[in-house]
């Protein structure tokens, strides 16, 4: 008689990992029909504007969705990127865990292989037919087109036709596919994932044609590529014990030294041997021979001797500048009213790779007051729509105590409420994803830490706005009660008296006593006229110094009314105001040229004057050079703000600590 463990073995085979994918493609993001369209349209443009990238090709991406059925519908993407060789398109297309960037240590959308071939995987199982796949590289006269479908138990392609065809197009690839879903609109929609796309995407141009077929485009903000991305060694810090091991396995190097010196970034021979000398591990130890618990002490010593922090030409972050422009070509400018200086923190690792972490705020202007705010989140420029509730950037958010920064957050905790939206981008060379959908970012503490250090640093600038648009708005109606009342109280005195009506206008600046300050920006003509006007309305005449970040080589020079004093590398103004009588004026005025509209914002500071007196521009920070300005009567000082922080002259000067 067999027993039962020979009858169990003769069961047991090998599994396709398509196949396997074909059964669970929940995994992959297909667990809905909304969510498959999604999906869909995620993976095949993520692949176009890597193959751009990578080509260095500023993008040109078509999104259509055709509806053909109840619930079925053609996706239809095209790119213009290099296109894919005719031997490499069946790969691509149609075999799971297949593709070039696995391996690679570098900030990549796609990484896995599976993305674009499991769309076409679920549009076979769903509606039985094939794919169609056009490709065009530059050196050839015509197109190569297959349709083809997936063998699921061997994980290879089949081609159903093969053709050449001529495509007025120099390069680039389209897929076409049907497959089972709906179209819907809203927060989780193939329309809100192409707005991300194109906000942290700002060089991408996306047109996108939905089943109504209203074409709808999102023009890129900057012409400017994003930096190529290099790949990169692992960095020592956060490497685990078993991927030591495994990797002095396989090493071709004869000692520890070179081991450490040739496998690891920013390891030298120098610090190597202080990393070895610290676990107590020979030189010239071959390291295949190293066992456990040499390589527990090395992993042990990494943290306690200092190493360089992790290259960053393996990342691609969207940068300060960008992310702000990006924000208001897709938003809008009567969307909002204040644009937060967008963050970017130092690149930081987790488990051998670097990331970075950025962050923008935009607040007012149309944005609901009521609603709790809207968090759009990013990995690696790709937007994320799904399980915001399991994501390390939604856990960073709820973690901040909002109501320092001016948002309502009922008990301190949790997503806080209000008119603003707050933009969290995650760069890596490997994005810890809760699963294969990549949806959501794994609570990974060094990253959930990095988020809510770069949102606090952000919420600052916030902060800042608000306290000094609050005591502004209070201020302005103090004044113009002070300016409709003090003149009728002087006339009627003056009558009653029977004398003249006196000069008035020392006493409201006795009331006042502040210095007010108005800056505009207008653009027209492709021209910025920017005025700053100063208004003393103090008793006593005042001086102070006016600092202003500007590219001053784009100034016209004949638009200047005042020469400034210092110009420092190239964008640091500033103009010595030696004098502005009580009650009186002064204003700067120039002209910028060969910058777009959204290229320039006012940034405004003030120095050598008491900032609690000042009412509409913020005391200069704490990364100017001041050793030419000589500061007088201030409360506290600039120097103090860049030793202890941030100062906040709400309610006069209160210097809040660095949290971090």
Known sequence: MVSIAHELAKKQKEISVSEFFEKNKHILGFDSLTRALITAVKESVDNSLDACEDASILPEISVKIVKESNNEYRVIVEDNGPGIVKKQVANVFGRLLYGSRFHTRAQRRGQQGIGVSAVVMYGQITTGKPAKIRSKISDEDVAHECELVMDTKRNR?????????????????????????????????????????????????????????????????????????????????????????????????????????????????????????????????????????????????????????????????????????????????????????????????????????????????????????????????????YQQGACATTHGIENVDWRRYGLEQRGGKGIPYGPAIILVHVASTKIPFTSEAKEAIANVPEIREEIELALKACARKLKTHLNKAERKSKTRVKFDIVQEIIPMIAQKSAKIVGKPVPDIAGTITKIMNVVWVEDEVAYDKKKHRVSVKLYNYTPKSQKLHVHMVLPFDKVNEKSLTHEPSEVRDGSKVTWDIRKIASAEAFELAFELKGLDRDEYDNELYVSGIDPASVIGADVLPGDWDLEHITITEDKATVEEASDNGEIDYDEGAEVIEDEE
């Open 157 to 385: 392609s089949q081609k159903v036709k093969d053709d050449f065809v001529i495509w007025d197009k120099e390069h680039g690839t389209r897929l076409e596919v049907n497959l089972k879903g709906k179209y819907v609109q809203g927060k989780q929609s193939v329309f809100e994932y192409l707005k991300g796309v194109a906000i942290v995407n700002p060089h991408a141009r996306i047109e996108f044609t939905p089943p109504d077929g209203k074409r709808i485009v999102f023009e890129r903000a900057t012409d400017e590529m994003p930096p190529h991305t290099h790949e990169v060694k692992p960095h020592p810090e956060g490497v685990e014990l078993g991927e030591l091991l495994n990797m002095a396995k396989y090493t071709e190097a004869k000692k520890m030294t070179s081991f450490l010196n040739t496998e690891f970034s920013r390891i030298s021979l120098r610090v190597a041997r202080e990393i070895l000398d610290t676990a107590d591990v020979p030189y010239d130890l071959k390291p295949s021979r190293l066992n456990l618990n040499q390589a527990g002490d090395i992993v042990d010593a990494v943290v306690k001797v200092k190493i360089m922090s992790p290259e960053t030409d393996c990342l691609s972050p969207i940068g300060e500048g960008l992310i702000r422009k990006s924000l208001k070509n897709v938003l809008g400018e009567a969307r909002a009213s204040f644009y937060a200086p967008p963050i970017t923190r130092d690149p930081k690792v987790f488990k051998g790779n670097p990331f970075v972490v950025e962050v923008g705020i935009v607040y007012g202007g149309q944005l609901n007051k009521e609603e709790s705010v809207q968090i759009y989140r990013f990995a690696n420029r790709v937007p994320l729509l």
